[in-house]
């Protein structure tokens, strides 16, 4: 954990010299001759070459950045039109969607599930917008529509979609209700799947959230005990995500002083796992090697 936690202390530091040097080198939109440059001791390689990048390349009245909006502004022009091919080649994947359903991860996916992934609601609502119109937020790149759509600043592809049509809310709801028919009456109710995954050890986990976003469960089943059964360890707990990186760290407990923790790293080292589980109390167990799955494949 050390690794990552250094990881992400480092790109804080890097984001706070980024928007320090932003402000000496940029007035009204365009570059400035820089007298100052970002301290990047302590980064890593891969660190200083970003801050290099975002040191020399942090305006956006280049002719790069007018290619990457006119690229957003083709896909948005493909929603509009109904072009799903188009839209499809305008896309980085994968695209994720809300657990259960499953992550769009290629153009023939897209294809086919574009006409639930838009309807005329969101149509009407891009019809009008320009390239102009995409708000650069840092680091994480650009954003239409107070972020109903991502589009990455590097090549303009569509990085994120988090509209939800009528369409798509339906499936949701109806995958949510089936996927809670398949457990054991232990675990049913108001509760939907945040994240599934597997270890080496044969371990199966799956971790839930309330409806609410308010609460927070890890079922974990051992290596033979049926998906369909009691779990054999059962904990409550709770979310933290970390800054605008968005790691993600589960910490759960029980009345019997079992505890797990569970974290989903956005940011590490090459070479390092972005996962990273263990558990503590009667059963002691700790794995980086996670494998993501989907439950209704399992």
Known sequence: MNKQKTTFSNLYKLLLLFSVALIMSCGNGALQSK???????????EEKALAKRLETDNCVDSADEKTVRKNLEKAVLCIVNNDAKGFAA?????????????AITNEAE???YFDILFDDSIKAVLKNKT???WEQVGWRGLMLEQGNLWGSELNGKITS????????????NDMVAKDMARLDASLQGDWVIDEG???PNGYTVRIDRSGDYERFRIAIFFKGTSLHAKPDIMMFGEL????????????????????????????Y??????????LSGEVKYESTNIKLVYWDEL
């Open 269 to 278: 080292e090459e070479g390092s796992s972005p996962f990273e589980f263990s």
């Open 131 to 133: 390239a102009k119109d």
């Open 197 to 199: 995954f597997r270890c």
């Open 90 to 102: 305008c896309c980085e994947y994968p695209i994720e969607r809300m657990l259960p359903i499953h």
């Open 35 to 45: 007298s100052k440059s970002m301290d990047i001791n302590g980064l890593s390689e």
């Open 240 to 267: 933290e995500i970390e800054g605008s990186v968005g790691n993600r760290h589960y910490t759960f407990k029980d009345d019997k002083g079992n505890e797990a923790s569970y974290w989903h790293f956005y940011t």
């Open 161 to 172: 979609i988090n509209f939800h049509s009528a369409r798509e809310q339906k499936l949701f």
């Open 110 to 112: 897209m294809i086919k």
